[in-house]
């Protein structure tokens, strides 16, 4: 099986020009840029700046999935208790 650009992109559900956030591809407020293959200078990617409001989102989001979160037990646990689990 050949591999391709396209089909990492389709098999990775990126969604170019987006940020991930909470579970879901959201568009980000920042300026967007491209990355460049460097052989050719092919498009392969686009990706977009996270402005004020999505690092708040995602900083939240990720605040929240750690505090409630699973492995919540296991991060309260001592190593020692961790290991007789």
Same mark, same amino acid.
């Given at each position: 099986? /050949?591999?391709?650009?396209?089909?990492?992109?389709?098999?990775? /559900?990126?969604?170019?020009? +987006?940020?991930?956030?909470?579970?879901?591809? @959201? +568009?980000?407020?920042?300026?967007?840029?491209?990355?460049? =293959?460097?052989?050719n &200078?092919?498009?392969? &990617?686009?990706?977009?700046?996270?402005?004020? +409001?999505? @690092? &708040? *989102? *995602? @900083?939240? *989001?990720?605040?929240?999935?750690?505090? /409630?979160?699973?492995?919540?037990?296991?991060? +309260?646990?001592?190593?020692?208790?961790?290991?007789? =689990?």
């Amino acid at each position: 099986m /050949k591999l391709s650009l396209q089909s990492v992109l389709e098999q990775s /559900k990126l969604s170019p020009g +987006r940020l991930y956030i909470q579970g879901e591809w @959201v +568009r980000g407020a920042g300026d967007r840029f491209q990355q460049l =293959h460097p052989a050719n &200078n092919v498009v392969m &990617n686009e990706f977009v700046e996270a402005g004020e +409001r999505d @690092v &708040n *989102a *995602a @900083v939240s *989001a990720a605040r929240e999935a750690f505090d /409630k979160g699973p492995g919540l037990e296991c991060r +309260r646990m001592t190593a020692r208790e961790y290991c007789n =689990h």
